[in-house]
Each structure stands twice: as C-alpha cells, then as structure tokens.
C-alpha cells in the first residue's frame, strides 16, 4: 500500500523567501513522486515528477523537488517565493506498475505577503 | 487545445434528482478517473477506468456510477442526490494508471 503525508495544511511565506512545502511517503515499491499545483478555480497542474534517475528534479515556474529515500521524503522547495506561487500543492505516489494509481496528499495552502 | 473538458461548470441541484457530469478527453489516453475536492479532504477518488470498457471503485464510490463507452468519454452519474454530495468534481486522465495525470477545470455542484 501506498500512502502520502504532506506537513501542514497552510505554510506562509514573505515575497523574496524560501518556500519549503513538505512531504512524506510510504511505499513497499520504488516510488513515483510528485507535485502538482491548484490555482483558484482550476485543476490540479503538474509541476514535477520524480520516477528514476536523478533525485534532484526541476519543475516548472522555479521549483524543485530532491527524493531522499532515507527520509522517505520528497520535498519542494523554490528559493525566492512570487505573489503568483500563491496557490494550493498537491504531493503524490504511484508506483512502476502500470496498473498503480496515484494518491494524492491533502494538500497545502500556500500564501505569500507582500 | 488538447485537454479535458468538463460540463457543466457549476450546476444547483435539488436533493433527489439524478445528475451525469459529463468528461471528454482528446488526449487518447487509456486511464480516466473522477475525484471530488472537498476543504480539508483533498482530492478523494470515486471511480476510475483504466481503459474502455473497464470501470473500478475508489475511495468512495458510494451514490456514483460511471461507465467507459470509448476511449474519449467517462460520464460520473449521481442517481439521486444528496446534499452530501455537495463538491467540486474533477475528470483527470493519464496515459497509463501510474503516469502524470491532466485535470480538467471541475464542476462546482451544490445539492440542495
């Protein structure tokens, strides 16, 4: 089984700050990650993903993501926040298996002050 | 544009009444599923279809049923409403299960 543990449901940050939204996983298989974003009265966007390879992904709009598999965690990160960042981040898990399906986290919030 | 396209936007409904949202993907993809968003819930999965033809439950399928004609089209039907109900749906599709998946935009619905 797999599962998906984001820490906090609203993170606030100042403009020009960093931006740590995190994450934490459970699977008995190698895991896949990722981080999808929610503006206002739209879907869910992908912003990375990790399957193999290099733990160190980049995602759209500045943000990245490094998978530490002794943490079990995959947290993002954007190193100066935009008011534009502003929006809800969804973590999720799936496996290799083509029959898996993503779980989602329950999201966090972010807000940014000007 | 290539994409999901969810109708309608926003629907009233009163409780009792039988309601299909309808999903349309131009995508090709084989797997298609419906969540409904709910405050401090996150996305909680109904149903999914891992290619036509083929339907399975999620997390809470109770009051929903979907059915997988074609490739292209996977219609949510509430049979009766319930003010439970109450969310805002999403279609989403994915190449395969364990692929990124596309959203559509949602239907905000209110039963009332």
């Known amino acids: 089984a797999q599962s998906v543990t984001q820490l906090g449901s609203h993170v606030s940050v100042s403009e020009g700050a960093l931006v740590l939204l995190r994450c934490n996983y459970s699977?008995?298989?190698?895991?896949?990650l990722f981080w999808y974003v929610q503006y206002p009265n739209q879907g869910l966007q992908l912003l990375l993903k990790?399957?193999?390879?290099?733990?160190l992904v980049k995602g759209i709009n500045g943000f990245e993501a490094e998978f530490k598999k002794s943490e079990t965690s995959f947290h993002l990160t954007k190193p100066s926040a935009h008011m534009s960042d502003a929006a809800e981040y969804f973590c999720?898990?799936?496996?290799?298996?083509?029959?898996?399906?993503?779980?989602f986290g329950s999201g966090t919030r972010l807000s940014i002050r000007p | 544009i290539a994409g999901i396209t969810q109708a309608p936007t926003s629907q009233i409904l009163a409780a009792g009444r039988r309601m299909t949202l309808r999903c349309t993907q131009d995508?090709?993809?084989?797997?298609m599923y419906w969540y409904r968003q709910d405050l401090g819930l996150g996305l909680r999965l109904i149903h999914y279809?891992?290619?036509?033809?083929?339907?399975g439950k999620g997390e809470v399928p109770d009051g929903y049923s979907v059915s997988r004609a074609n490739t292209d089209d996977f219609p949510l039907t509430l049979a009766s409403a319930v003010p439970s109900q109450t969310s805002v749906y999403f279609c989403?599709?994915?190449?395969?299960?364990?692929?990124?998946?596309?959203f559509g935009d949602g239907t905000r619905l209110s039963i009332l």
């Open positions: 989403a599709s994915s190449p395969e299960g364990n692929q990124p998946q596309h």
């Open positions: 699977s008995s298989v190698p895991p896949y």
């Open positions: 990790y399957t193999t390879g290099a733990t």
């Open positions: 999720a898990v799936s496996s290799y298996s083509s029959a898996s399906k993503i779980i």
């Open positions: 995508m090709r993809h084989n797997a």
């Open positions: 279809s891992n290619t036509a033809g083929t339907t």
